[in-house]
Nanobody
């Protein structure tokens, strides 16, 4: 089992920045690919970005490419989502997730472990 706990959400104005953190515990963190997904009110959960187990490769949804950056710090069992140039349409609950491997097009349902989510609200 892997337990994931997100933090860092909040209210920010459009154009602002937030950094989300996700701390993992349980099985060896470094063996898992990590991802961030989000769900806006009335919409399906969608992929935001992911990072491979060794941090060498990242993938992003087109909607966040160039604005969001995923990184991981194995010594702290933590993965980050740096969000810049935020837009009102980025408003959602953001979830951290883990699975054995990540690749472009990983389906939402394919993630094995999930955090409880953190709310991000971007005001216009």
């Amino acid at each position: 089992q892997v337990q994931l706990v997100e933090s860092g959400g909040g209210l920010v104005q459009a154009g602002g920045s937030l950094r989300l953190s996700c701390v993992a515990s349980g099985r060896t963190f470094s063996r898992y690919g990590m991802g961030w997904l989000r769900q806006a009110p009335g919409k399906e959960r969608e992929f935001v970005g992911s990072i491979t187990w060794n941090g060498d490769t990242t993938y992003y949804a087109d909607s966040v490419k160039g604005r969001f950056t995923i990184s991981r710090e194995s010594a702290k069992n933590t993965v980050y989502l740096q969000m810049n140039s935020l837009k009102p349409e980025d408003t959602a609950v953001y979830y951290c997730a883990a699975r054995s491997s990540v690749y472009p097009g990983t389906a939402v349902a394919a993630w094995t472990y999930w955090g409880q989510g953190t709310q991000v609200t971007v005001s216009s």
